[in-house]
């Protein structure tokens, strides 16, 4: 039998908040502890666990703690090699559980590892960089860290005032995920970079993000760096020095709708828009102002050719104590059609899938089952269809100023998708 302690935390303070047990990742099924249920200000981690006193079942349990794992590739490099099988998400918990997305903390047995930060000198960012997905995995095993998505990445602590870079130790978080270049997707770091600040140009908001690169002019080099708004760093907290990294919870959309990490696309209809702004109506503590954001992050996506917006790129972010949430600034958005990948979008959008054939119409078509006044999106869809080119052209010049030579040719690319599609 088998049993993984869950932690959240709050305040800086680890609080233990129940256990996943089972004889492995078939039967593993989570329960809340007595002690937390009883005490006073005890929340539910994910909307999707409501507090009990039962076990949840096993497809709870796995819907919730399987979404913390690295996916696609990333996953299987972390099975192969850590010699286990990709499925047994219990297995790379236990191993990687310590640093996980939003304030959960998973420990197998006491796992009492002293917290530490181990400077990476400048050729170690660049090794990052040049040796993939390999490189990644082992500093993901090294720092017994979690990170969902397909993309190669780590997470690291980034001190701003000596601009360096460490390596968290033992259950020390990170303040930064840093992603990769992917050697089939040219040029992705700079189209992720632009797209988020043609983003805020246009009043969404974004997390904070700049491009790492050991040399400018090799695009194999470069790497994404954003900063983790769910990370705060505390005044009077230190380890080894730096400033401790408060947690702060999180949970994307897939693990508070119960959506499988592996059904984060909608492939058939089955109303994941619908779901989506129904989370936030129901859940956020301003669920006005977030349904808006919400609508306008999938206009915008919609707009520059993003198909890859699934429901695991959308994320509420808590308070403090966990008593309030709030739509999750926008991350992860990349013009992916200029990639000429799919053209199905990861969720129907008035009764379409294929982007290329979702136009105003499907928008306002999309209006009554979102519930929000069809006039309302329509002005929105305009107004932003109205400033898209300028954004991107915008974001691309600032960042060929800024020595990104080609991104005038992607914000170009982007923009004749836009065209397109308006
Ligand atoms: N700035 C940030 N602060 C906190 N969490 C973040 C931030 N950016 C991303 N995340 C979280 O990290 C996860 C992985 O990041 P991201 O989506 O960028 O990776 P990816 O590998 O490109 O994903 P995908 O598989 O969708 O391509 C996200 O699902 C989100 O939960
Ligand atoms: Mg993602």
Not at 14 to 42: H, M, P, W
Not at 61 to 68: A, I
Not at 372 to 388: G, T, Y
Not at 394 to 406: H, I, P
């Amino acid at each position: 039998m088998r049993e993984l302690n869950v932690f959240i935390e709050i305040n800086g303070r680890q609080i233990f908040v129940g256990q996943i047990v089972g004889e492995g990742y078939l039967d593993a099924r989570f329960k809340y502890c007595k002690e937390y249920l009883t005490s006073s200000n005890a929340m539910p981690i994910s909307i999707s666990l409501q507090l009990q006193e039962e076990y949840f079942s096993a497809s709870q349990t796995k819907n919730f703690f399987e979404s913390l794992l690295p996916e696609g590739f990333s996953r299987k490099a972390v099975a192969e090699w850590m010699k286990t099988d990709e499925n047994d998400y219990i297995s790379i918990l236990a191993v990687l559980g310590k640093e996980c997305l939003g304030a959960i903390k998973i420990i197998e047995g006491d796992g009492d590892e002293q917290a530490a930060y181990v400077r990476l000198s400048e050729e170690k960012v660049k090794a990052l960089a040049a040796e993939g997905a390999t490189k990644s995995t082992e500093i993901l095993i090294e720092t017994h860290l979690s990170l969902t998505g397909a993309t190669g990445k780590v997470g690291l602590y980034y001190n701003e005032a000596e601009n360096a870079w460490y390596l968290p130790k033992g259950d020390a978080p990170s303040t930064h995920i840093v992603k990769q270049s992917h050697v089939r997707l040219k040029q992705i770091v700079i189209n992720e970079q632009l797209c988020m600040k043609a983003a805020k140009r246009m009043g969404i908001t974004v997390s904070d993000s700049f491009i790492i690169c050991p040399d400018i002019n090799a695009d194999e080099e470069l790497l994404y760096a954003t900063a983790r708004y769910d990370r705060v760093l505390s005044e009077t907290d230190f380890i080894d020095g730096l400033q401790r990294p408060y947690r702060l919870h999180q949970e994307d959309f897939a693990q508070a709708l119960g959506i499988f990490a592996a059904e984060k696309y909608e492939k058939n209809p089955s109303g994941y828009m619908a779901r989506m702004f129904d989370l936030i109506r129901n859940n956020s503590s301003s669920p006005l102002e977030d349904q808006e954001a919400l609508l306008r992050m999938i206009i915008f996506n919609y707009l520059i050719g993003n198909t890859d917006c699934h429901v695991k790129n959308f994320s509420l972010l808590y308070g403090k104590d966990l008593k309030s949430k709030r739509l999750a600034p926008a991350y992860d958005i990349v013009a992916t059609r200029v990639y000429k990948t799919t053209p199905e979008m990861s969720f129907f959008i008035g009764g379409e899938l294929d982007i290329e054939k979702i136009n105003r119409n499907s928008f306002g078509k999309a209006a009554s089952e979102i519930g929000i006044s069809k006039n309302l999106v329509l002005r929105i869809f305009d107004e932003m269809a109205n400033e898209i080119e300028k954004s991107i052209q915008a974001a691309g010049e600032e960042l060929c100023n800024a020595g990104f030579m080609n991104a005038k040719g992607i914000g170009k690319a982007i923009n004749e998708g836009v065209r397109r599609r308006l």
